[in-house]
């Protein structure tokens, strides 16, 4: 199988590039060599060949994403959009990398795939319009992930939670932490290896959902982190409302799969997802 990855050395697309590669040909496109939001750039697909063109190019900065809801549409909607009509028409496989705010936060229990979206911020509403337009191509994935966490960090984001986590308490800074927004913490490592696994039994087409198992409130995860690493500094829990953030948030958007099981793929608990990262990242020694 010849896969090409879009947004290849961000968390998830690194763990894409790892995974896939031990077993696939993996091509993989940073934003110097493709510009989602361009579609002539987006022809350079053609000359791969590819059987599977998995887009993981996003404009994921929530607030930022209410100020800018123009390259914000352009990244995240019409870069699918423009990615599903070419692997279409090269009769590759379009993966298309979601999020879990495409959903409300309403319905207080995780979403499955058969629950409706109503995202409620920018960045919810143009991950649902790419969505709709990775469905122009009929052989499609869309791929529905959250809170991600991987060794590469999030392009972008500076990191990730977990080492911003960790970096505070090592600089002996007071850890103020929402205790009111629930998610489901995700290892990219898993979530990559969960999608070779749809590739490779060829799933039907269609909606998953990748994370790992369980959820969490912000604060439960960050004190999980401190837990696992023997560290004890001072954490408290803090309402959203407090962070006086641009972008509302879904209160509660984890999900889970009623899908992956039925094929055999297990996603292991995200404490256990936690461990096997902070050894990975050398926090923790291995066994």
Not at 45 to 54: E, N
Not at 128 to 144: C, F, Q, S
């Amino acid at each position: 199988m010849r896969v090409v990855v879009i947004g290849s050395t961000g968390q998830l697309g690194t763990d894409l590039m790892k995974v896939l590669g031990s077993d696939h040909e993996v091509i993989g496109l940073t934003h110097g060599d493709i510009e989602v939001t361009d579609y002539n750039s987006c022809l350079a697909l053609k000359k791969y060949s590819p059987d599977v063109v998995i887009n993981t190019a996003a404009f994921h900065k929530t607030d930022l994403c209410e100020d800018e809801p123009l390259k914000t549409f352009s990244v995240n909607a019409l870069g699918a959009k423009n990615v599903a009509l070419i692997s279409k028409e090269i009769g590759a496989t379009c993966v298309f990398i979601s999020t879990d705010y495409v959903f409300d936060g309403s319905k207080n229990e995780p979403y499955t795939e058969d629950d409706v979206p109503n995202p409620i911020n920018t960045y919810g509403i143009s991950k649902l319009a790419g969505e709709l337009y990775t469905r122009w191509n009929p052989k499609h994935y869309i791929v529905r992930v959250a809170s991600l966490f991987g060794v590469a960090g999030a392009s972008g984001k500076g990191g990730n939670f977990v080492e911003t986590m960790i970096k505070k308490a090592k600089n002996g800074e007071v850890i103020r932490v929402v205790d009111d927004m629930w998610m489901s913490p995700t290892y990219t490592r898993d979530a990559a290896a969960a999608i070779k696994k749809i590739l490779e039994l060829g799933l039907p087409f269609g909606v998953y959902h990748v994370t790992n198992r369980g959820f969490c409130t912000w604060f439960q995860f960050a004190k999980e982190i401190f837990n696992q690493l023997g560290l004890n500094p001072v954490l408290e829990p803090i309402k959203t409302e407090e962070l006086k953030m641009r972008a509302k948030r879904p209160r509660f958007s984890a999900l889970k799969s009623i899908k992956l099981s039925k094929y055999g793929i297990d996603m292991r608990d995200w404490k256990e997802a936690l461990h096997e990262y902070l050894v990975e990242k050398g926090h923790i020694r291995k066994e």
